[in-house]
Nanobody
């Protein structure tokens, strides 16, 4: 059974950092793409970052709003995908979910419903709150 469990959310002041983790089980990372998505209250779900491939040759991609501030990484031996978030601002406040796809291309990462539909397994999410 595929399971994805997020952790690391919390309250942080603007300009601060948080590190989210997605602990995965029940599948191999070899052919998987793991994405981080977020949904703020009253807004549509947005793609944050994705990673696919092996440790030494992983493809990564980012949403425009987080490029240069967030970094996604994976530890395939530990079945963990991490999201390092720096220079946080109040607009980053959202519930962050990690999700799994065996069909999506990380190179084509996006926020459209059609792209997100390729991610069939989702974690429960972790709340990130950034105060001004």
């Amino acid at each position: 059974e595929v399971q994805l469990v997020e952790s690391g959310g919390g309250l942080v002041q603007a300009g601060g950092s948080l590190r989210l983790s997605c602990q995965a089980s029940g599948f191999s990372f070899d052919n998987a793409v793991i994405g981080w998505f977020r949904q703020a209250r009253g807004k549509e779900r947005e793609g944050v970052a994705c990673i696919g491939g092996s440790d030494g040759d992983a493809v990564t991609n980012y949403g425009d709003s987080v490029k240069g501030r967030f970094t996604i990484s994976s530890d395939n031996a530990k079945n963990t995908v991490n999201l390092q978030m720096n220079s946080l601002n109040p607009e980053d406040t959202a519930v962050y979910h990690c999700a799994l796809s065996f069909w999506a291309s990380c190179s084509d990462f996006g926020s459209t419903p059609l792209y997100q539909a390729q991610f069939r397994s989702w974690g429960q999410g972790t709340l990130v709150r950034v105060s001004a």
